[in-house]
């Protein structure tokens, strides 16, 4: 695809309720990438995929926290149980070897 | 541990005045250094990017940065701001020996006056 997509781009859910956002990388991309961004904060990074494993985790906040991707393509990213706290922008980013990463729009969670 | 510093929450300069915005890091690898920009409701757009060579880097829309190793900095300058450049800056620090993933630092909003 021309860039990186984000599904939904908003969401509105419960707290308790459980979300799956979706994050298309750019075709070729071996390298993915989630963040989240906080009200008024900078980034902080959950998780890295190279390919469909997972190398990196170590920013995932909580094991209500979990993502995959599907080869090269697709990741989901699942939040259980979701809390106000988990209020975010959650941000996506391919990239191939070792570049710069390219950015998805974004999906606006809001936890009631 | 791998951190970001932009001491500069807001910044707040004159339409044709010129800018620079600080970034300082601490990283226990080499780095590769970026600088991003997020105009409201919009994503993240690189601006510019450093991963070697020389230190003095041009992006685009007319900003350069500077990578300083000695004062572990990589400031963002641009020699007259426009009022579309009003926007929240982020610069962000990677490395090959963390697979890349960016640290980034809390962002410094620019407001442009005319």
């Known amino acids: 695809g021309a860039g990186v997509s984000q599904s939904p781009s908003n969401k509105v859910t419960e707290k308790g309720k459980d979300v799956e956002l979706r994050c298309d990388p750019i075709s070729g991309h071996t390298a993915l990438y989630w963040y989240r961004q906080r009200l008024g904060q900078g980034l902080e990074f959950l998780i890295y995929f190279q390919g469909n494993s997972a190398p990196d985790k170590s920013g995932l906040p909580s094991d209500r926290f979990s993502a995959e991707r599907t080869g090269e393509s697709v990741s989901t990213l699942t939040i259980q149980r979701t809390q106000q706290e988990d209020s975010a922008v959650y941000l996506c980013a391919s990239s191939s070897t070792v570049s710069e990463q390219f950015f998805g729009p974004g999906t606006r969670l809001t936890v009631l | 541990a791998q951190s970001v510093t932009q001491p500069d929450i807001h910044i707040t300069v004159s339409e044709g005045a010129s800018l620079e915005l600080r970034c300082n890091y601490s990283y226990g690898a080499t780095p590769y250094l970026f600088w991003y920009v997020q105009s409201p409701g919009q994503g993240l757009q690189l601006l510019l990017k450093y991963f070697s060579g020389d230190t003095l880097v041009q992006g685009i829309k007319g900003f350069e940065a500077e990578f300083k190793r000695s004062q572990s900095s990589f400031n963002l300058r641009k020699p007259s701001v426009h009022w579309s450049d009003a926007a929240e800056y982020f610069c962000?620090?990677?490395?090959?020996?963390?697979?890349?993933?960016?640290?980034f630092g809390a962002g410094t909003i620019l407001r442009v006056k005319s």
């Open positions: 962000a620090v990677g490395a090959k020996e963390y697979g890349n993933k960016l640290v």
